[in-house]
């Protein structure tokens, strides 16, 4: 059963626009997502993360959103580049604990055109 | 500079035999993981550690086995028993207490 859900499998949006990448999650339990940055070939890299006591971080252009009532989350990317180009995966997890472990979306492609 | 790092980067194996993935970490991250990415599944657990000499099945475990010898070292042996081996594996690491983790830049195996 999937815990965290990523229903896009791509996105294509113009330069300059706003990125909007959705992730569901189902487990009430999780109290701390994250969303990762992947480009072919490559590990994921970080980008942004969020506790579940707020309902919005932003650094720089990125921007995450939650809504826990929802069970949803939402990363806004503004404004758009064409460097921006890559899969970006939702992650979620429950801190503390003796099994700390993240569980991740299917990942979203984005595409960003110049 | 500290990381993740994971050999070889690519990998090819023969049906039947066993292969070993390494991943070393200097960041001193008490847990280590194992993560497969294949194709429109996303990422993928295979196995997880949080302390030295110990360690967890994950979602996906089959076929696989681990260990956890030093701080710094996680190998991932795909055994023979692993039905579908051939994707990109990803180790990464993170503080027991809870936070992002870093990751490897992956090692693709093929099985030929």
């Known amino acids: 059963d999937q815990q965290v859900k990523q229903n896009s499998p791509s996105l294509s949006v113009q330069e300059g626009r706003i990125s909007i990448l959705n992730c569901d999650y189902t487990n009430s339990m999780f109290d701390y997502f994250l969303w990762y940055k992947k480009y072919p070939a490559e590990g994921p890299t970080f980008l942004i993360s969020?506790?579940?006591?707020?309902d919005k971080n932003e650094d720089g252009r990125f921007t995450v959103f939650l809504n826990k009532s929802a069970k949803h989350l939402s990363l806004h990317i503004v404004p758009s580049q064409p460097g921006d180009s890559a899969v970006y995966f939702c992650a979620a997890s429950v801190r503390g604990g003796s099994n700390y472990k993240l569980t991740f979306g299917k990942g979203t492609l984005l595409t960003v055109n110049p | 500079d500290g990381g993740i790092t994971q050999s070889p980067k690519y990998l090819f194996r023969k049906e039947g035999q066993n292969v070993t993935l390494s991943c070393e970490q200097n960041l001193n991250h008490d847990a280590m993981y194992w993560y497969r990415q294949d194709p429109g599944q996303g990422l993928r657990l295979i196995y997880y550690?949080?302390?030295?000499?110990?360690?967890q099945k994950g979602d996906i475990a089959e076929g696989y086995s681990v260990s956890r010898e030093k701080k710094e070292s996680f190998p991932l042996t795909v055994t023979s028993a692993q039905k579908n081996p051939t994707a990109f594996y990803l180790c990464?690491?993170?503080?027991?207490?809870?936070?992002?983790?870093?990751f490897g830049q992956g090692t693709r195996l093929t099985v030929v």
């Open positions: 969020i506790s579940s006591i707020k």
């Open positions: 990464a690491s993170t503080h027991v207490s809870g936070s992002e983790a870093f």
């Open positions: 550690s949080q302390i030295v000499n110990d360690f």
